[in-house]
Nanobody, 121 residues
Framework: QVHLVESGGGLVQPGGSLRLSCAAS????????MTWYRQAPGKQRELVAA???????NYADSVKGRFTISRDNAKNTVYLQMNSLKPEDTAVYYC???????????????WGQGTLVTVSS
Protein backbone atom coordinates (compact mmCIF):
# COMPACT_ATOMS: atom_id res chain seq x y z
CA GLN A 1 0.00 0.00 0.00
CA VAL A 2 0.97 3.64 -0.38
CA HIS A 3 1.61 5.29 2.97
CA LEU A 4 1.88 9.02 3.69
CA VAL A 5 3.66 10.31 6.80
CA GLU A 6 3.30 13.95 7.83
CA SER A 7 5.53 15.97 10.12
CA GLY A 8 6.32 19.56 11.09
CA GLY A 9 3.26 20.67 13.02
CA GLY A 10 3.42 22.34 16.41
CA LEU A 11 2.73 25.45 18.46
CA VAL A 12 3.82 28.81 17.09
CA GLN A 13 3.11 32.45 17.92
CA PRO A 14 1.27 34.71 15.49
CA GLY A 15 3.67 35.93 12.84
CA GLY A 16 5.81 32.83 13.15
CA SER A 17 6.62 30.13 10.62
CA LEU A 18 6.37 26.37 10.26
CA ARG A 19 7.29 23.93 7.53
CA LEU A 20 5.18 20.83 7.01
CA SER A 21 6.42 17.73 5.22
CA CYS A 22 4.57 14.77 3.76
CA ALA A 23 6.49 11.78 2.45
CA ALA A 24 4.92 9.01 0.38
CA SER A 25 6.32 5.49 0.56
CA UNK A 26 5.50 2.11 -0.93
CA UNK A 27 5.55 0.69 -4.43
CA UNK A 28 5.17 3.98 -6.28
CA UNK A 29 5.60 4.14 -10.04
CA UNK A 30 4.77 7.81 -10.45
CA UNK A 31 3.44 10.72 -8.41
CA UNK A 32 0.91 13.16 -9.79
CA UNK A 33 -0.80 16.03 -7.95
CA MET A 34 0.08 16.73 -4.31
CA THR A 35 -2.25 18.75 -2.10
CA TRP A 36 -2.57 20.17 1.42
CA TYR A 37 -5.92 20.44 3.21
CA ARG A 38 -6.77 21.68 6.68
CA GLN A 39 -9.65 21.31 9.09
CA ALA A 40 -10.32 23.31 12.24
CA PRO A 41 -12.70 22.02 14.96
CA GLY A 42 -16.28 22.63 13.90
CA LYS A 43 -15.20 23.79 10.45
CA GLN A 44 -15.29 22.26 7.00
CA ARG A 45 -12.15 20.76 5.55
CA GLU A 46 -10.71 23.17 3.03
CA LEU A 47 -8.12 23.09 0.30
CA VAL A 48 -5.02 25.04 1.28
CA ALA A 49 -2.59 24.53 -1.59
CA ALA A 50 -1.99 22.16 -4.48
CA UNK A 51 0.86 21.45 -6.84
CA UNK A 52 0.79 19.48 -10.09
CA UNK A 53 3.38 17.06 -11.39
CA UNK A 54 4.59 19.87 -13.63
CA UNK A 55 5.14 22.21 -10.69
CA UNK A 56 2.14 24.49 -11.15
CA UNK A 57 0.62 25.56 -7.84
CA ASN A 58 -2.49 27.25 -6.51
CA TYR A 59 -3.59 28.48 -3.08
CA ALA A 60 -6.62 29.36 -1.06
CA ASP A 61 -7.16 33.11 -0.91
CA SER A 62 -6.71 33.06 2.86
CA VAL A 63 -3.10 31.83 2.62
CA LYS A 64 -1.97 33.32 -0.66
CA GLY A 65 1.22 35.30 -0.23
CA ARG A 66 2.02 33.62 3.09
CA PHE A 67 2.22 29.90 2.26
CA THR A 68 4.33 28.14 -0.36
CA ILE A 69 3.86 24.59 -1.57
CA SER A 70 6.76 22.68 -3.11
CA ARG A 71 7.74 19.12 -3.94
CA ASP A 72 10.78 16.90 -4.20
CA ASN A 73 9.98 14.25 -6.78
CA ALA A 74 13.09 12.21 -5.99
CA LYS A 75 11.86 11.82 -2.40
CA ASN A 76 8.13 11.63 -3.19
CA THR A 77 7.67 14.44 -0.69
CA VAL A 78 5.52 17.56 -0.61
CA TYR A 79 6.19 20.55 1.65
CA LEU A 80 4.17 23.48 2.91
CA GLN A 81 6.14 26.50 4.08
CA MET A 82 3.88 28.63 6.27
CA ASN A 83 4.93 32.18 7.10
CA SER A 84 3.21 35.07 8.87
CA LEU A 85 0.95 32.61 10.64
CA LYS A 86 -2.35 33.81 12.06
CA PRO A 87 -4.59 32.31 14.77
CA GLU A 88 -7.12 31.43 12.08
CA ASP A 89 -4.52 29.12 10.52
CA THR A 90 -4.93 26.81 13.52
CA ALA A 91 -6.10 23.43 12.21
CA VAL A 92 -5.14 19.86 11.52
CA TYR A 93 -3.32 19.80 8.21
CA TYR A 94 -3.64 16.79 5.90
CA CYS A 95 -1.68 15.95 2.78
CA UNK A 96 -3.12 14.14 -0.21
CA UNK A 97 -1.09 12.55 -2.99
CA UNK A 98 -2.19 11.10 -6.32
CA UNK A 99 0.02 8.16 -7.29
CA UNK A 100 0.31 5.26 -9.69
CA UNK A 101 1.81 1.97 -8.53
CA UNK A 102 2.39 0.69 -12.08
CA UNK A 103 2.63 2.01 -15.64
CA UNK A 104 -0.91 0.93 -16.51
CA UNK A 105 -2.63 1.47 -13.15
CA UNK A 106 -5.25 4.08 -12.47
CA UNK A 107 -4.48 6.96 -10.15
CA UNK A 108 -4.61 6.10 -6.45
CA UNK A 109 -5.46 8.79 -3.89
CA UNK A 110 -3.67 8.57 -0.53
CA TRP A 111 -4.09 10.65 2.65
CA GLY A 112 -1.70 11.50 5.44
CA GLN A 113 -2.54 11.06 9.12
CA GLY A 114 -2.76 14.79 9.81
CA THR A 115 -0.50 17.12 11.76
CA LEU A 116 -1.74 19.78 14.18
CA VAL A 117 -0.76 23.42 13.74
CA THR A 118 -1.63 25.75 16.61
CA VAL A 119 -1.07 29.49 16.29
CA SER A 120 -1.46 31.23 19.63
CA SER A 121 0.16 33.81 21.89
Amino acid sequence: QVHLVESGGGLVQPGGSLRLSCAASGSIFSVHAMTWYRQAPGKQRELVAAITSGGNSNYADSVKGRFTISRDNAKNTVYLQMNSLKPEDTAVYYCNVEVRIGPSNNVLNAWGQGTLVTVSS
